[in-house]
Nanobody
């Protein structure tokens, strides 16, 4: 079992920055990929960014050049640095850990005002 706890969401003006954190605990050795998804009201959950254990990263086209995913293995934490935020980035952001099973955090709300 893997437990994920997100933090760092909040209200920010367009053009601002936020950093999300996701602390993982439990059977972390089973996790191959950690990432961030988001779900805006009335929309499907979508991948924002993910990172494999060897450092390969994937980003949604909509966030390339603005968001950076990173991982601190010593702290079992994955981060999402979000810069140049736009109102369309408003969503609940979920941390995801993938291995033999898929684990999810409860989410953290990011609201970007225009």
């Amino acid at each position: 079992q893997v437990r994920l706890v997100e933090s760092g969401g909040g209200l920010v003006q367009a053009g601002g920055s936020l950093r999300l954190s996701c602390v993982a605990s439990g059977s972390i050795f089973r996790v191959n990929v950690m990432g961030w998804y988001r779900q805006a009201p009335g929309k499907q959950r979508e991948l924002v960014a993910d990172r494999t254990t060897v450092g390969t990263t994937t980003y949604a086209d909509s966030v390339k050049g603005r968001f950076v995913i990173s991982r601190d293995n010593a702290k079992n934490t994955v981060y999402l640095q979000m810069n140049s935020l736009k109102p369309e980035d408003t969503a609940v952001y979920y941390c995801d850990a993938r291995g033999p099973m898929d684990y999810w955090g409860k989410g953290t709300l990011v609201t970007v005002s225009s």
